[in-house]
């Protein structure tokens, strides 16, 4: 897996029903006839995998898996699934409406997280009114876990037809003939999906993957991630913490806090491996802001009354009320840095709790008069440091 990382290699997948085309359609976007294919139930019982040329990129491996209903097939259902957890998209193929027991495969996979185009093969079996009914079917059958853009009809291997034709004297004539096969909707709707996201499918699935690999690994991962989100609040904090208690500038205060905040929520985003946009990062702020000030409306009050006040106190022992005020920032920050954490474990989202019992467990969680008079002994720390130099 991180072999396939660092070559950001790319594995498409194909699932489904045995005999619906999945190595015809692999073969089609190929353009070569590298996988086996067979009338014969299970011909594929092995995952197999051919590199796929065609697109610059390079890198791209097609997976050919065995049917997900073989009678004695345990075994390759097993083999099935694991290709498909180890892929970084799957080509789910039907050949029809879905049966019942492939609405429930789909489901399994869609819970894998890994974007899958539904691709319903074998489009020269029906006329262009059949497709259209076919494809409202379809479009309702998965709605809510395939998006109507990735359902895509493919004839991967159009059958032989038997054309018999009159002359003038009254012959018969039999000759066959094939519709011509048609990939392209499938190739380009693949190429969209591998260009626009095609290594950050990698990368998010190298995650999932050592997250899978064990609950061991996953736990070290998050504790790991933990442990530098730890850092990387604390650093923030003794930053934000400084910047306050040395700028006279009330106004100031307020726009090179919020941008020390936005700074930390990205790099703990990147930290968790959930990235944010400055304006998401600034958006989150603004909801956890909002809950703090309905929390503690008239704490934070009193911190921008201060913070209004602080260049009349300028000749008071400043350096003190510096301070005071820093460590009031560095409480924000921290309680910002530790909800967003929160939020990030969660995969971005409030869980059941919402927004307002997120900040305040983590608000429960603090002793804020220890973590402000800690605050304050850093900053005085920091900023006699500074005076020294
Ligand atoms: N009519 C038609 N038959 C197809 C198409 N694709 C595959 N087949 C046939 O379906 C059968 C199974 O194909 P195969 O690729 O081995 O299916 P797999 O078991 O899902 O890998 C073969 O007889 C193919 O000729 C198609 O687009 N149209
Ligand atoms: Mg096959």
């Known amino acids: 897996m991180l072999a396939k990382l660092e070559k950001s290699q790319l594995h498409v997948a194909v699932f489904g029903r045995v005999s619906v085309g999945k190595s015809s359609v ?18 594929t019982t092995e995952a197999d995998m051919q590199e796929w040329q065609e697109i610059d990129a390079g890198g791209i491996y097609l997976i050919d898996t065995p049917g997900i209903n073989e009678i ?4 390759r259902e097993r083999v099935a699934h694991e290709v498909a957890g180890r892929s970084d998209l799957l080509l789910f193929v039907v050949d029809s409406d879905l049966t019942e027991v492939e609405l429930q495969a789909l489901k399994t996979v869609a819970a894998s997280n890994r974007p899958i185009i539904l691709v319903v093969n074998k489009s020269d079996q029906y006329n262009d009114d059949e497709i259209l009914k076919l494809r409202s079917i379809v479009r309702e059958r998965v709605a809510g876990i395939i998006a109507p853009e990735n359902i895509v009809f493919s004839a991967a291997l159009p059958a032989e037809q038997i054309i018999i034709m009159v002359d003038e004297g009254g012959n018969e004539k039999e000759s066959t003939r094939r ?31 050592a997250g899978n690999l064990s609950e061991q690994v996953g736990r070290r991962v998050l504790a790991t991630r933990k442990e530098m989100g730890a850092e990387t609040v604390n650093m923030y904090c003794l930053g934000k913490g400084v910047a306050v208690a040395l700028n006279p500038v009330p106004l100031i205060d307020i726009v090179a806090a919020a941008a020390i905040d936005v700074g ?31 929390l503690y409306g008239s704490f934070w009050a009193i911190h921008f009354a201060s913070s209004a006040l602080k260049i009349t106190t300028i000749g008071l022992s400043t350096v003190i009320t510096a301070a005071a005020q820093g460590a009031i920032a560095w409480y924000s920050t921290l309680i910002i840095g530790r909800v967003t954490e929160d939020y990030l474990i ?6 059941e709790v919402g927004p307002k019992l997120a900040v305040q467990n983590i608000l429960d969680s603090l002793d804020r008069d220890s973590v402000m008079s800690e605050a304050k002994e850093e900053i005085m720390r920091y900023l006699k440091k500074d005076k020294g130099k």
């Open 26 to 43: 692999l073969n089609a976007l190929l353009g070569r006839n590298a996988f086996s294919v067979s009338v014969l139930h299970g011909e």
């Open 346 to 351: 969660k995969g971005k989202s409030w869980g």
């Open 179 to 209: 519709r011509p096969v048609d990939i392209l909707n499938l190739k380009s709707r693949l190429w969209d999906i591998i260009e626009s996201e095609g290594k950050t499918l990698a990368a998010l699935n190298a995650s999932l993957f």
């Open 264 to 294: 930390m929520v990205i790099h703990l985003s990147n930290i968790y491996a959930m990235p944010m946009s400055k304006t998401e990062a600034g958006d989150l702020i603004k909801t956890i802001a909002a809950q703090m000030l309905l």
């Open 72 to 75: 004695d097939g345990e075994e």
